[in-house]
């Protein structure tokens, strides 16, 4: 296929009355291509390497998952345990000084 006609093939089986979901082979390959790259670099550099190669460029582009508490469900759970322990926790994950802070 052309290159316009890769873009244009999911709008095009659309018209014709299909629903071509692709998400699931692009998000495999998308993991692969990132794991595959930054494992190496991270073996190289270490820290240095997430930094600059995966929390930079989240920040650089706007990806929201920097801030990961928040999509692990952190809030959940130390609402959970505040709820359990009568409203006191030294283990929150989003407390002073955890890197969620950071982002703000």
């Not at 299909?18 to 998400?23: A, E, G, R």
Request: hydrophobic share 40%; charged share 20%; proline share 2%.
């Amino acid at each position: 296929m052309s290159d316009r006609a890769m873009a244009e093939f999911i709008p095009e089986t659309a018209k014709l009355g299909f629903c071509w979901q692709f998400i699931t082979l692009a998000g495999f390959h998308a993991n692969a291509l990132a794991v595959g790259s930054f494992a190496p670099d991270f073996a190289r550099r270490g820290m240095l390497a997430y930094v600059e190669g995966i929390q930079r460029e989240e920040r650089r582009h706007g990806i929201e998952t920097l801030a990961h508490q928040k999509w692990s469900g952190a809030n959940y759970n130390d609402r959970f345990l505040k709820t359990v322990q009568g409203g006191i926790t030294s283990t929150a994950a989003i407390a002073k000084g955890v890197t969620e802070e950071q982002f703000e």
